[in-house]
């Protein structure tokens, strides 16, 4: 199974800042999603096929590659961005998602 | 609008038996995979399993195979995740979500439901 390893574990920033969150994958990966998750609610999908924003999700949030690393960038933080992120691979089975970076208010 | 709706909080003892739902709306349930995708508390996202509502297709995750069982009504465009005997290790949020390009067995997921928590306590 491929095992996703995110970095940082815990990111603090400032609204308005850069945040630049790591996934990186045990082996090639074809295809990768993000999530943001906020305390309580159901994660909501940011990122797919690595690079595309989901419908509605604003143009802050972008997604790159290079090789087995995979990148979630969010420009200009605004108070609601901070939550969990978490990334999903979905090219090999058994889907296996990371164990997810903390973004927090500094 | 798409909507999955899962069913309301449970709390079971161990031993017994338990069926939850996830009812989708606003699109053709039978042409989109179903996940479901376990969050213990204070943890991170696994894969569970799919189902494909059309055909009843079923596939499981190498930790829950022969552990729960996922299944789907078509005729109530509702999936199921079910449980023969509980353990206290079951306890955890369950969450259901649609495969974001139909008929694709791996896929990311557009729509979540807003969560199933499971109590397992003696």
């Known amino acids: 199974e491929i095992v996703l390893t995110q970095s940082p574990g815990t990111l603090s920033l400032s609204p308005g800042e850069r945040a630049t969150l790591s996934c990186r994958a045990s082996q090639s990966v074809s295809n990768l999603a993000w999530y943001q998750q906020k305390p309580g609610q159901a994660p909501r999908l940011l990122i797919y096929g690595a690079s595309n924003r989901a419908t509605g999700i604003p143009d802050r949030f972008s997604g790159s590659v290079s090789g087995t690393d995979f990148t979630l960038t969010i420009n200009r933080l605004e108070p609601e961005d901070f939550a969990v992120y978490y990334c999903?691979?979905?090219?090999?089975?058994?889907?296996?998602f990371g164990q997810g970076t903390r973004l927090e208010i500094k | 609008e798409v909507q999955l709706v899962q069913s309301g909080a449970e709390v079971k003892k161990p031993g017994e038996s338990l069926k939850i739902s996830c009812k989708g709306s606003g699109y053709s349930f039978t042409t989109y995979w179903i996940v479901w995708v376990r969050q213990m508390p204070g943890k991170g996202l696994e894969w569970m399993g799919i189902?494909?509502?059309?055909?009843?297709?079923?596939r499981y995750g190498p930790s829950f195979r022969g552990q729960v069982t996922i299944s789907a009504d078509k005729s109530i465009n509702t999936a199921y995740l079910q449980w023969n005997s509980l353990k206290a290790s079951d306890s955890a949020m369950y969450f259901c979500?649609?495969?974001?390009?139909?008929?694709?067995?791996?896929?990311?997921?557009?729509?979540w439901g807003q969560g199933t928590l499971v109590t397992v306590s003696s």
């Open positions: 189902t494909y509502p059309g055909d009843s297709d079923t």
């Open positions: 979500a649609r495969h974001g390009s139909g008929g694709a067995t791996k896929d990311y997921f557009d729509y």
């Open positions: 999903q691979q979905y090219g090999n089975s058994p889907i296996t």
